[in-house]
């Protein structure tokens, strides 16, 4: 019952196959046997199941609120929840209970959907490993897979895998069956990049399409909710729930109109795809290499003309993004001083000093960094220097997209990271900076440009990982993007982790020891 998509699932709940409170228990049963990958930070399990039981009841008077009555989900834990602990993976935030909800929280509950809990990140969705929170690091769920474990040998207990970030919590939630779908949030790539490295299906939407009111921000200008679930079709399914004006946030737009599910029929010998030149970058690994060729060539058997277009600011998109991220954190992080919510410090020699010691206990190495060198940028000295040539660099980055969709293309196809996902002593050995570098270099223009783009999943690595491929469209063609990347799930036949039985469920708790010297709370 785990297995299946939400359309399935929904039915089984409308024919009695099962009950809301029974696939409720089902998924709190199996986020309890899958503690050991850390992907929650706070599991609601009695409002879960309270909702549930209001789900079924209304099930049974045959008035079922639409396709995700019932339908257990999950939220990255930077969307406010309304009494609910919303931490940010941070000490800053560790005991903040907000009094509403995010709009795109609100619209899941509308509909009938069960909250299952918060799931664990990057502190301040500030990283690609979800290894620097304060509560400890994800595990990939593929790290307990057979396949993975069948060639990682006896390492695989010591070194485990990461699940990307920063929305690794929500990824590794999906993909190990504890939630039908999730909400992550995507700045740089954040719910692209773990749904690539999880095997799950990871959509950033149109910038302004989904409303960013209760998300807590950390670039306002590039922040996207994100969609992670286990198929094409239920991402199309929870973006026509959550698209849309909202009056909270000014920087929603309409919805366009669009057909409500996609099509069974779709024909690519009527599309354009498109291969950046660009994105054969350094470090692309030659699996991944093989597999963006391996698609490409699916498309052109498949009759649609494919080509090599050019995007040649992209290089700049990486330098670019580190001067804007940083300023607009600056922005964004000088709320927490510690005085109306969250920590603060014992220190009370002089307001300074409080806000000082605050700042410093609350926040992490990753989150200071970040906000001293946005304050440098944003220096009086400074300020045309990097911040005001940053933004013309973006226009120029947007222009290109927008040219090369002008010219007829009509997806482009990129690989989502350069290989599959690396082992936690691999990945920590570098800072965090230049790992976030690394990683967003295929997904980060897409935010700075405000495009919508989708992973999927295509195939396993010899390593027994998920290998992702990235599809980018134009702006507002969210729905005929979907339709493109379900047209490649179903030819690429990605298996799920249920295939390979219960074996991203564990009793080794070896890892975990890991995660709890890590964790700072």
């Not at 099509?263 to 498109?274: L, M, T, W």
């Not at 045309?384 to 660099?393: E, M, P």
Request: some cysteine; aromatic content about 6%; charged content about 20%.
């Amino acid at each position: 019952m785990l297995s299946l998509t939400i359309r399935e699932v929904s039915a089984a709940l409308r024919e009695g196959g099962t009950s809301p409170t029974e696939l409720c228990r089902k998924c709190l049963n199996r986020i309890k046997k899958t503690r050991h990958l850390n992907a929650y930070i706070t599991v609601t399990e009695e409002l879960a199941l309270k909702q549930a039981q209001e789900a079924e009841s209304r099930l049974l008077r045959g008035a079922p609120r639409g396709p995700l009555d019932g339908i257990p989900f999950a939220v990255k834990d930077n969307f406010c929840t309304e009494n609910i602990r919303t931490t940010c993976a941070s000490r800053m935030l560790k005991d903040y209970a907000p009094p509403y909800n995010a709009t795109v929280v609100q619209k899941l509950l509308d509909q009938g959907a069960v909250l299952v809990g918060k799931t664990n990140m990057d502190e301040f969705a500030m990283g690609s490993g979800s290894t620097d929170g304060a509560f400890g690091p994800v595990s990939n769920p593929w790290s307990y897979a057979a396949p993975y474990r069948e060639q990682a040998g006896s390492t695989a207990d010591s070194d485990w895998v990461i699940a990307g970030g920063s929305s690794g919590g929500s990824a590794a939630a999906v993909a190990s069956l504890t939630s039908y779908l999730a909400l992550g949030s995507d700045t740089g790539g954040s719910t692209r990049n773990p749904g690539a490295l999880c095997g799950v299906v990871a959509l950033k939407p149109t910038y302004g399409l989904l409303s960013r009111h209760g998300l807590i921000p950390l670039v306002n200008s590039m922040d996207v909710p994100g969609i992670v679930t286990r198929s094409v079709s239920d991402a199309a399914i929870v973006l026509d729930v959550l698209q849309g004006l909202d009056i909270r946030d000014s920087t929603t737009i309409r919805a366009p109109p669009s057909l409500p599910e996609l099509p069974e029929d779709f024909d690519a010998e009527k599309i354009c795809v498109g291969i950046p030149k660009e994105y054969h970058s350094p470090g692309l690994s030659a699996e991944t290499l093989a597999q963006w060729s391996r698609v490409a060539d699916m498309f052109e058997r498949a009759g649609a003309r494919v080509e090599q277009v050019s995007l040649p600011h992209t290089q700049y998109s990486i330098v670019c993004y580190h001067v804007l991220c940083c300023a607009e954190v600056a922005s964004n992080m000088a709320r927490f001083d510690g005085l109306e919510y969250g920590h603060r410090s014992a220190v009370d020699s002089s307001t300074e000093a409080m806000y000082a010691s605050t700042r410093h206990e609350g926040f992490n190495d990753v989150v200071r960094q970040r906000i001293l060198c946005g304050n440098y940028f944003l220096l009086k000295q400074n300020y045309q220097h990097y911040f005001v040539k940053a933004q013309k660099v973006r226009r120029l980055i947007a222009e290109d997209f927008r040219r090369v969709f002008g010219s007829g293309v009509d997806v482009l196809l990129t690989p989502t990271t350069l290989s599959d996902a690396a082992c936690y002593s691999d990945f920590t050995q570098e800072d965090n900076r230049t790992r976030s570098a690394q990683e967003d270099i295929f997904t980060q223009p897409v935010n700075v440009a405000g495009l919508p783009a989708v992973s999927v999943p295509i195939a396993l690595s010899r390593r027994g990982l998920p290998i992702g491929l990235q599809l980018i469209g134009p702006s507002l063609q969210d729905k005929k993007l979907l339709s493109v990347a379900r047209w490649i799930e179903q030819r690429v036949g990605f298996p799920s982790l249920h295939d390979y039985g219960d074996s991203s469920e564990s009793n080794n708790d070896t890892g975990m020891t890991k995660r709890e010297q890590t964790s700072t709370v």
